[in-house]
């Protein structure tokens, strides 16, 4: 016997009474009505009783009520006393109260009846006592499987003895529940309870079913109550699932678990799909039908998603071990089959990895795929259920590419692009921390910075593709000499530096500066062609030479200047005084900016000879500045001066105008060359600026003479070439200076017909004692014969010089051996002596 409390009710409370409440007869208007809703009508009796009892509203006394006019109703009754600060007890139980209390003694205390009817019990009492009147409430007893509602009712009775008394009257009503059938109904889940019924050969021929649940009649299409006790072959599908309960009936006769199987069938139109679970107990057999359809389609959603998903996919065991399943997408990644990849250990996918629990989450992981190329990923792992046991779902995101481009825009960030050493952003902060820890004392380095000779010649010429191939090779070759510690950096153009962290002696720091300076003049091929360049290297020693960053820049490229000023190939340490010498040149830069040109530049004349004629053919202007503080300055100080810092083009402005001015007085078949710097071809404005100083002077611009190296031509040279077209036109002539020195100059004499080839003097210098220069100077001025061009050797110093080039048919010659640069005055004393016939070529 069970009880359970369902609700406890006052007398006027409560639901579900089968008729009304009663209201006993007799009672003073002074007193509350006492109604009770009850089903029982002999309860009504007692209630009437017990207020029949009542005298001037007193409580009815104990021996009165309980031993007389409720004595018939002495079996389903119980006696209880209160006594003060103790527990309630039952001084007398009736047998049928006993049995539904589940008592095994007729006198026990309150706490001795089960939970539920003593919640009841004691409910009605404290009801009963607030009220002095009789009170019910009610609780749930299960009976042999069976639910009832049972009535606790209790009446407050006087005693002369101490303590408080109460008769209590439990009844069950006649409404009961099932509660078996009520809890099978309550699931989804078919469940049946078969019986077998068996041939005479002791196989089982039919199954009768003793009871199924209504969600197993639904499945099954049929009505619970009306298959009661009928045949399973009487159902649907009942071929099917009799097939299933016949294995599961082979399987038990051989001592093997009966397993869990699938059925399938159609119901109205419906597929329905089943798992039937079969359990067997002293030869009934216990039958659970459970709907998986559901099941099934998210199955088949899942397995649709997955086999289908672009996405690489991948199911493994929980626990590390095996693969169980592999999409398309993933096979396509790793490069291998489904049997290969299902095949395989977690560590063969994952090197380093061993078969260890499968953990959820997202996790960066490095995979490996059949040719052994190594996958840079993003794994989302998530648990499942296979099979009813634990596996883990994992999604592969292929972030190779993304990171690679990441780790190239962090290289890029600090590396070169074109070369692949450090850029000027990391030489920079190299060196601060360099400089940082040189000064703390901890370990002095060398700053060496080198700057290629001829890079510019051999990028113009040949292209930028050339000139990217040269960067490259000639960084490689530097890092080639350099140690694991050291960095080398490219900080722009042709510019490169090198750190040598450690103290290393000038005499190493020399000698590798040496071995770059060799390297790096090694030809490189490209394209056919040989490439040839130099290198100048300057050396600055921290914390030596300095202790900040940008002063120990500035020590090394004042190492660098010196130099490139001593000529291709040098290196330099810095020296104190290479301090004093750039500040003096700073402060020659400002008196140039500042000069007053009119009073302080002045030309220079320098007289071409004929060799031919003997006559004079007319002069070179050659500038000068006489510095009011300094005196005279040097051409080789203030011109690349003016041509680093954008001056060339006023001072050859003011030299064009100065010598087209001079050589307007001189006689009409002199003539006047005045040289022109790569500068001004730059500029954009050169042919304009000699058409005005013809203009201004009225010189026959065929007296004009305009003098270009090949460095001119080396710097966009389609452009300068349309340039010499509009000085041709103008009617000046052109000459190229210094022929014989450059790269290309067959190609610019192809394209451009000059007006004179001028043979370098160190050519001409070397012609009485080299061989080689002898050839060169007959090769020149036999192709300017060839050619139709005049030639004039520069530099004519002696007399045996001036013989040999008699000898080959130079045609013009200039030199110390006939005069000096001389200032306008000298100049007119020369023109003076020609002109009287007196001859200096004899």
């Known amino acids: 016997m069970m009880l359970t409390v369902v609700r406890a009710n006052g007398l006027n409370g409560g639901a579900g009474s089968l008729r009304d409440p009663v209201e006993p007869d007799g009672f003073s208007p002074t007193r509350a009505s006492t109604r009770v809703e009850t089903e029982f009508d002999d309860v009504r009796l007692v209630l009437r009783r017990w207020q029949a009892a009542c005298v001037d509203d007193a409580l009815p006394p104990y021996e009165e009520l309980a031993l007389g006019s409720v004595g018939r109703f002495a079996d389903e009754m119980a006696v209880v006393r209160i006594a003060a600060d103790r527990e309630g007890f039952i001084l007398r139980a009736g047998p049928r109260f006993g049995a539904l209390a589940g008592l095994a003694e007729p006198a026990v205390s309150l706490s001795a009846l089960p939970f539920a009817l003593q919640r009841a019990v004691a409910g009605a009492i404290d009801l009963s006592r607030l009220a002095a009147k009789p009170r019910l409430t009610l609780c749930r007893s299960i009976v042999d499987g069976m639910v009832s509602t049972v009535e606790v009712l209790a009446l407050p009775l006087s005693c002369r003895w101490p303590g408080e008394y109460f008769l209590i009257f439990a009844r069950p009503r006649k409404a009961q529940v099932d509660l078996a059938r009520l809890l099978i109904n309550s699931t989804d889940e078919g469940i049946m309870a078969l019986s077998a019924l068996e041939t005479a050969s002791g196989e089982a021929r039919d199954y009768q079913i003793l009871s199924m649940n209504d969600a197993a009649a639904r499945l099954l299409g049929v009505s619970a109550e009306a298959m009661r006790y009928h045949l399973l072959s009487e159902t649907c599908a009942a071929q099917r699932l009799t097939d299933l309960l016949d294995r599961c009936g082979e399987a038990r006769a051989h001592g093997v678990a009966a397993p869990s199987l699938e059925l399938e ?320 040149r700073r402060a020659l830069e400002l008196e140039l900016r500042s000069a007053d040109f009119d009073r302080e530049l002045e030309l220079h004349y320098q007289p071409i000879i004929s060799l031919r004629s003997g006559g004079l053919r007319g002069f070179e202007a050659l500038v000068r500045w006489r510095n009011p503080r300094r005196g005279m300055v040097s051409p080789a100080e203030f011109i690349p001066l003016a041509e680093e810092t954008g001056m060339i083009e006023a001072i050859g402005r003011w030299v064009l105008d100065e010598a087209c001015r001079r050589a307007a007085s001189w006689p009409d078949d002199l003539i006047i060359a005045v040289n022109a710097s790569a500068v001004q071809f730059r500029q954009g404005q050169f042919a304009e600026t000699i058409r005005v100083a013809i203009d201004m002077s009225g010189l026959d611009p065929s007296r004009l003479e305009i003098e270009i190296t090949e460095s001119v031509l080396l710097a966009d040279t389609g452009a300068n070439l349309a340039l010499l077209q509009q000085l041709r036109e103008i009617g000046v002539r052109v000459a190229l200076d210094d022929f014989g020195t450059g790269y290309s100059s067959m190609s610019y004499l192809r394209r451009f017909p000059f007006s004179r080839l001028k043979i370098d003097r160190s050519f001409v210098r070397d012609i009485g004692s080299s061989r080689e220069s002898m050839a060169i100077v007959r090769a020149i001025i036999g192709l300017g014969a060839n050619l139709g061009i005049d030639t004039t050797a520069e530099g004519v110093e002696t007399g045996a010089q001036l013989e040999l080039l008699r000898q080959e048919r130079c045609g013009e010659i200039q030199g110390f051996l006939f005069s000096p640069p001389v200032d306008s005055v000298g100049a007119a004393r020369i023109i003076e002596t020609y002109r009287n016939g007196e001859s200096k070529v004899a």
């Open 265 to 584: 069938y159609e119901l109205d139109g419906e597929a329905i799909s089943l798992q039937v679970g079969v359990a067997e107990t002293e030869g009934l057999l216990a039958v659970t039908l459970t709907d998986i359809r559901e099941i099934r389609n998210r199955e088949m959603l899942f397995r649709s998603l997955f086999d289908d998903n672009p996405v690489p996919m991948y199911v493994r065991r929980a626990d590390g071990g095996a693969f169980l399943n592999v999409n398309a997408a993933a096979l396509n990644l790793y490069g291998r089959s489904r049997a290969e990849f299902l095949a395989l250990s977690i560590g063969k996918l994952v090197p380093g990895t061993a078969d260890r629990p499968a953990v959820s989450g997202e996790r960066f992981v490095r995979h490996r795929t059949a040719t052994g190329a190594d996958l840079d990923v993003v794994e989302y792992a998530r648990a499942i259920t296979v099979g009813g046991q634990p596996a883990m779902l994992s999604t592969i995101v292929d972030i190779t590419e993304r990171k690679r481009a990441e780790e190239r825009v962090s290289f890029l960030a600090h590396h070169d692009p074109l070369t692949g050493v450090g850029n000027r952003t990391t030489f920079s902060q190299e060196i601060e921390d360099a400089v940082a820890t040189a000064v703390a004392g901890h370990q002095p380095f060398t700053l060496v910075l080198i700057d290629l000779d001829d890079f510019k010649a051999v990028n113009d010429t040949l292209g930028h593709a050339a000139g990217d191939s040269l960067l490259i090779e000639t960084a490689a070759r530097i890092r080639r000499l350099l140690r694991r510690t050291d960095l080398v950096a490219r900080l722009g153009g042709d510019e490169f530096a090198v750190l040598l962290r450690g103290a290393l002696g000038r005499n190493d720091v020399e000698t590798l500066a040496r071995r770059i300076i060799q390297t790096i003049s090694e030809p490189h091929g490209y394209e056919g062609h040989r490439l040839s360049i130099g290198a100048s290297l300057g050396a600055a020693m921290a914390p030596v030479d300095a202790r900040e960053a940008g002063a120990l820049l500035k020590c090394a490229d004042l190492a660098l200047y010196r130099s490139k000023r001593d000529g291709k190939g040098a290196f330099h340490f810095f020296e104190p005084e290479m301090d004093v010498e750039m500040r003096e």
